[in-house]
């Protein structure tokens, strides 16, 4: 593997940047950068973190001039930050690669949604046109990809409904804090019912709902209750009944298999849950052909070195199908693997993934190693 010269990276210390920095540390792709620029929005010129071939001061993540002499990009900063930087930057004549986790270019003509256990060919293929711009697809999307993968290797999907139970990372950081700060005043709210023994459950119930349904409680970053709650709906209101979350599902998904003249139907409902990192979701599958239990076990768990099958049994399930059985792993959990009694060709099955890793930091992580081999084959 060659070196990547100049490497720039801008949203380092956000969710996202700090876990793509912590895997690219723990797996040496630092060895093969040959300078790693790290880029700040407010601390331009005061001291950075001591990483390997890292300028030691901050650059200033909005000076074009600096940021045009990287050959790639990682922008872990959010969609503000692409649009605010990224035509103007192409606008400069920069021919560098941009790799973004956000969503703002997602589905441009110009760009590739990166998952390269499904997609390398089609990564590779857009390099060779030219292409510049590669991005990061949505957690819930890019998860269900890699849990199904072996399905869709084996073109056995006709259509998919996915029901997703996302974590409130998938939020930000201050949604997070704010989900425990919600816990802490719903238990200081009851607790002079909770320390008496002889207080109804029921009186307990109702307090809490009756504060869940005040102003009281704490709820500007996530804007709604959502502890002893969940929100059935994620992202902006396409004014048709559909959350952009769940739009996400039918139109990222065909792009990344390369499928927008032959799109697979995938219908999504999207709910926000109280746990801190995980999306789970629960899909049920109308197969091309009829195939038993045990070999689409094989087919998925073979797919790919992440998915780890769970036997379809209570004591597995409750002790490996969980978030807080996956969370900070790069398994992903696939389990409840069963038909259903309206047709043996429609089966259903629950996934659960880290979206922090392969939902997110991992698959920038992996490109930046394509794009090092990729300039070794002397592509470029």
Same mark, same amino acid.
């Given at each position: 593997?060659?070196?990547?010269?100049?490497?720039?990276?801008?949203?380092?210390?956000?969710?996202?940047?700090?876990?793509?920095?912590?895997?690219?540390?723990?797996?040496?792709?630092?060895?093969?950068? &040959?300078?790693?620029?790290? +880029?700040?929005?407010?601390?331009?010129?005061?001291?950075?973190?001591?990483?390997?071939?890292?300028?030691?001061?901050?650059?200033?993540?909005?000076? %074009?001039?600096?940021?045009?002499?990287?050959?790639?990009?990682?922008? !872990?900063? #959010? /969609?503000?930050?692409?649009?605010?930087?990224?035509?103007?930057?192409?606008?400069?004549?920069?021919? /560098? +690669?941009?790799?973004?986790?956000?969503?703002?270019?997602?589905?441009?003509?110009?760009?590739?949604?990166? %998952?390269?256990?499904?997609?390398?060919? $089609?990564?590779?293929?857009?390099?060779?046109? /030219?292409?510049?711009?590669?991005?990061?697809?949505?957690?819930?999307?890019?998860?269900?990809?890699?849990?199904?993968?072996?399905?869709?290797? @084996?073109?056995?999907?006709?259509?998919?409904?996915?029901?997703?139970?996302?974590? =409130?990372?998938?939020? #930000?950081?201050?949604?997070?804090?704010?989900?425990? =700060?919600?816990?802490?005043?719903?238990?200081?709210?009851?607790?002079?019912?909770?320390?008496?023994? &002889?207080?109804?459950?029921?009186?307990?119930?109702?307090?809490?709902?009756? +504060?869940?349904?005040?102003?009281?409680?704490?709820?500007?970053? $996530?804007?709604?209750?959502?502890?002893?709650?969940?929100?059935?709906?994620?992202? =902006?209101?396409?004014?048709? #009944?559909? /959350?952009? @979350? @769940?739009?996400?599902?039918?139109?990222?998904?065909?792009?990344?298999?390369?499928?927008?003249?032959?799109?697979?139907?995938?219908?999504?409902? !999207?709910?926000?849950?109280?746990?801190?990192?995980?999306?789970?979701?629960?899909?049920?599958?109308?197969?091309?052909?009829?195939?038993?239990?045990?070999?689409?076990?094989?087919?998925? #768990?073979?797919a790919n070195q992440w998915v780890k099958v769970i036997?379809?049994?209570?004591?597995?399930?409750?002790?490996?199908?969980?978030?807080?059985?996956?969370?900070?792993?790069?398994?992903?959990?696939?389990?409840? $693997?069963?038909?259903?009694?309206?047709?043996?060709?429609?089966?259903?099955?629950?996934?659960?993934?880290?979206?922090?890793?392969?939902?997110?930091? &991992?698959?920038?992580?992996?490109?930046?190693?394509?794009?090092? @081999?990729?300039?070794?084959?002397?592509?470029?």
């Open positions: 593997m060659t070196m990547i010269k100049r490497l720039g990276f801008v949203g380092w210390r956000g969710m996202v940047g700090s876990v793509l920095l912590a895997r690219m540390r723990e797996e040496g792709d630092l060895e093969h950068v &040959e300078e790693l620029v790290l +880029y700040s929005t407010s601390q331009a010129g005061q001291p950075g973190p001591e990483l390997p071939n890292t300028r030691p001061l901050l650059a200033d993540a909005i000076d %074009l001039d600096s940021l045009s002499t990287m050959d790639a990009i990682i922008s !872990c900063q #959010g /969609g503000d930050y692409t649009q605010k930087i990224h035509a103007p930057l192409r606008d400069m004549g920069w021919q /560098g +690669y941009w790799l973004d986790a956000a969503s703002t270019l997602r589905m441009s003509d110009n760009s590739t949604i990166i %998952l390269d256990p499904l997609n390398q060919s $089609i990564i590779r293929q857009n390099l060779a046109k /030219g292409q510049r711009d590669f991005i990061g697809g949505n957690c819930t999307v890019s998860l269900m990809l890699m849990a199904l993968h072996g399905l869709f290797k @084996e073109n056995l999907v006709e259509w998919i409904t996915a029901m997703t139970y996302q974590a =409130i990372s998938g939020g #930000g950081a201050q949604q997070m804090r704010e989900l425990l =700060i919600q816990m802490g005043e719903i238990h200081e709210h009851v607790t002079p019912l909770l320390r008496l023994q &002889e207080s109804s459950i029921l009186d307990i119930d109702s307090r809490v709902n009756e +504060y869940l349904n005040s102003s009281a409680l704490t709820t500007g970053a $996530i804007g709604s209750p959502l502890a002893n709650n969940l929100l059935p709906w994620i992202d =902006i209101d396409l004014d048709n #009944g559909i /959350g952009r @979350e @769940e739009w996400k599902g039918y139109a990222e998904t065909n792009k990344i298999l390369g499928r927008e003249n032959n799109p697979i139907p995938i219908e999504s409902t !999207c709910v926000r849950v109280g746990t801190f990192r995980c999306h789970s979701q629960a899909f049920t599958i109308a197969l091309s052909q009829d195939v038993g239990i045990d070999d689409l076990a094989d087919i998925m #768990g073979q036997p379809n049994n209570k004591q597995d399930t409750l002790q490996s199908l969980t978030p807080a059985a996956v969370s900070g792993s790069m398994d992903i959990a696939v389990g409840r $693997i069963r038909k259903t009694v309206f047709n043996s060709r429609i089966m259903t099955v629950f996934t659960v993934g880290d979206q922090l890793l392969w939902g997110a930091a &991992e698959p920038l992580r992996r490109m930046l190693g394509i794009l090092s @081999e990729y300039q070794t084959d002397g592509d470029s």
